[in-house]
């Protein structure tokens, strides 16, 4: 009877894949602003999916475009299909709850994200992101030890591709430490932690030999303190130019912040009352905050001041990314330490946001809370996975708030994982009163 189930089912999901798959592939490719930058292999663009349009554009050529829409839809069905399998199982999930689960998984797939149709890195780091975390789930608890180089494999892919998930693999780590805090520096543990404890440094010499080979410069993709700064600015105020004292980061804010000045774009101009509409507005006027002033400012000051450096234009213009950044990232702890009230008021807006609502913002809050009690005092599976799903949720939206907004193009990835916290926590309420029942 139960073979026939699993059959039955297997069968099920091969016709929903198979439909969505056709669905998607007659849809036409989807060029958004940022497609150009990889295609064109700027610098400020990590280099996963860099690689990954030019290998496409070199093989399939004029075929390009459906080339990448077949692949991505191909390689997101398969990151689904294999975490649906593994969460079903750890999780026992019911008919009901596997088919919410495949519909919130589904849902990137289609508009307003159509993450499969968008030449984008979306299309291959959400399905790297669910087998990074089903790779890790078979870690931690089938003790599934073989399958460490595929998790390394698929780290490199994912934070090469979206820096956003640099410090995912440390969750993991810290759950692998709580299993096994008994017996940690025995039987093989040690390698193993230093193992996952390493692989956000092999990222980090990846990512600067690459620009290294290609732009002429060991440095990390710059771009993640131009977005930090990006907050930092916008709640800053004219005297804080007095706190600066390199001349290149002062030249910089003083040319920035006349820029954001006449554009109205400052938190000081803005007429909401409360941090939540000043947040919207924020998010409204972000990119021409970021990309039309700091980051165009910047590339032009540099491109300036190192003209008369005798080196090629791609250097100069590399050099000039690379200069911004470091300004940027100066920039960034002066403004906020001044301005620290009101950017930390905004920030909380802006992680806030990335919920949509106050409940799941306080069950994911709640879930993260208590299952890190809980594995404070005794390792239990049902409350490691609680604690997984609420501290990547959590991770990610404090990390898309602190370098840029919460969007859902950054914050998808999640949403089953929050689902799936709402269920574990109704599991737990149940045995918790079923137990008290027989008690009494």
Known sequence: MKSKRIFKERNLLLIVYSLI?????????IYSPDTYSYLNAMPYRHLGYVIFVKLFSLVFGEYFNFAVVVFQSLFCLTGIHFFFKKVSVLLQLTIVLKCLT??????????????????????????????????NLEFLFNDNSKILKYIFVCFLALVFTRGQFMFSSLIFTLVYIVKHKNHILKSGHPSKLLFLIAMPIVVVLGEMSYHKLKDG???TTPFGFVNTSTSAFYVSNSNDKNLILNTDDRALFESCYNSLAEQNLLLSQNKAKNYKNQYLH???????ICNRTIHESGKDYYLKKNSSISEKTKYLHAKAFYDTEKTCKN?????ITQNFNKWIQLYAANVLHGFHYWLIFIVVVFSFLFSSVKLLFSYKKTHSLLFIFSSLSILNAMISALFTYSIPRLLFYNYALIFLCFVILIVLAKQELKRRTIKS
């Open 102 to 135: 495949l519909i919130i998984l589904f849902f990137p797939l289609f508009e307003p994200l159509s993450v499969a149709n968008n030449v984008c890195p979306e299309g291959i780091s959400y399905p790297l992101y669910l087998l990074f975390v089903t790779l």
């Open 331 to 335: 920039l960034t702890f002066i403004l």
């Open 217 to 219: 410069i060991f440095m």
């Open 21 to 29: 798959f056709l669905f998607l592939i007659f849809q036409k490719a």
């Open 282 to 288: 924020y998010q409204k006027k972000l990119t021409a």
